[in-house]
Structures are given as structure tokens and as C-alpha cells.
T-cell receptor
């Protein structure tokens, strides 16, 4: 079991460029999440999905879009990157039920210049 | 919405000393509480969780946390820390799909 994997691990973008971050999980989890981590702010939820084909906004969704076409994959897109989106992005997944723990990927470090 | 406050951003401690990392939460409903640990350049790993039942929960590596409903706290403790415990610790509260994290406490264990 690989658990939760993220691609790529590092990326540098110029302002205005676009990119997609890929998250994959092999635990057959229903729920998937995208977070960003910034110094002194903990993790903030960007978007989440409660099942294939469904997505919802989290705490800081502006500037991001997501898609969950397959149960095991959750994509995070930046259409026009801004320096404020420089961050470490984490994907997580969890099983059904509200109390299930979240399993995290290793993160993607994104720098927007 | 629920929220979490971690009262200390950094906690330096000597090896074999006890440590307490403080966490307070706010919520209008019953919650589930978690502590996650993040080692450098890694993702978060679950350390322990409170779902219901006994208010004292333990991890496999000697940490414990106590749920105190009246004080809305979920402090993390360890009686004797090791160098390998150096990491960032995050308290989290969940009312449902939406899990909120505290800002984190960086624990540094010195020899």
C-alpha cells in the first residue's frame, strides 16, 4: 500500500501560469481533501470531496479548482497562479464516517514568483 | 464553525523532561479531537484521537491527551521526551467533513 501520494513534490511557477496537482490514494477512501500549510497558520482546507464526482469548498477556496473524476484521484488546479499561493499543499483521505482519521500525503512545495 | 487554539507556538525542552502542549477548541456541538505530528519535510501522521468514552487517550509512543469538556481543552502530554520527539504537533477538531487545525506547536528536544 502506497497510501496517499502526491505529484509533483516541488514546483516553481511564474505569476499567471497554471498547473495541476495530483493526489492518489489506494485505500478505497470516500473522502479526499486538499489543504495548504503556511507558517504560523496550521493547515487550511481548500476543497474537499465526499465521493466520486462531488466536490465542495473549504475554508480558502478562492483561486483553486478541483475535480474528482475517479474515486482514487483528487486533482487541485491553479488557473492563474499568484505569489499568495506560494505554500505547501497537502492532500488527505479518510474513510466513511465523520470520526475517521485523515491520512496525509507527503506534500507539494509550490513557489510562485 | 469550530476552531482550535494552540497556546504555544514553540516549546523547547531538555531530553527526559516532561512536556505539555496545550490545545483549546471551540464548537457548538459534540466534536472529535485529534493530535497529529509532522516531522521535517513530511506529511502529518495521526498521533492520537478522542472520539468518545474515556477522556484519557494514549499513543503507542508514550504521549497521552485528556479531553476536558468543561474547559474545552485537549492538552497533549508526555512524561519523558526523547530527541526523536522533535517535530511540529497539530491539534485538530472535527464536527464532520470539515476538520480544523491549530497553528501548530514546534517541540524541540535538546540533549
Amino acid at each position: 500500500n502506497a497510501g496517499v501520494t502526491q505529484t509533483p513534490k516541488f514546483r516553481v511557477l511564474k505569476t499567471g501560469q497554471s498547473m495541476t496537482l495530483l493526489c492518489a490514494q489506494d485505500m478505497n477512501h470516500e473522502y479526499m481533501y486538499w489543504y495548504r500549510q503556511d507558517p504560523g497558520m496550521g493547515l487550511r482546507l481548500i476543497h474537499y470531496s465526499v465521493g466520486e464526482g462531488t466536490t465542495a469548498k473549504g475554508e480558502v477556496p478562492d483561486g483553486y479548482n478541483v475535480s474528482r473524476l475517479k474515486k482514487q484521484n483528487f486533482l487541485l488546479g491553479l488557473e492563474s497562479a499568484a505569489p499568495s499561493q506560494t505554500s505547501v499543499y497537502f492532500c488527505a483521505s479518510s474513510g466513511p464516517g465523520l470520526a475517521y482519521e485523515q491520512y496525509f500525503g507527503p506534500g507539494t512545495r509550490l513557489t510562485v514568483t | 464553525a469550530q476552531s482550535v487554539t494552540q497556546l504555544d507556538s514553540q516549546v523547547p525542552v531538555f531530553e527526559e523532561a516532561p512536556v505539555e502542549l496545550r490545545c483549546n477548541y471551540s464548537s457548538s456541538v459534540s466534536v472529535y479531537l485529534f493530535w497529529y505530528v509532522q516531522y521535517p519535510n513530511q506529511g502529518l501522521q495521526l498521533l492520537l484521537k478522542y472520539l468518545s468514552g474515556s477522556t484519557l487517550v494514549e499513543s503507542i509512543n508514550g504521549f497521552e491527551a485528556e479531553f476536558n469538556k468543561s474547559q474545552t481543552s485537549f492538552h497533549l502530554r508526555k512524561p519523558s521526551v526523547h530527541i526523536s520527539d522533535t517535530a511540529e504537533y497539530f491539534c485538530a477538531v472535527s464536527e464532520g467533513y470539515d476538520m480544523r487545525f491549530g497553528a501548530g506547536t514546534r517541540l524541540t528536544v535538546k540533549p
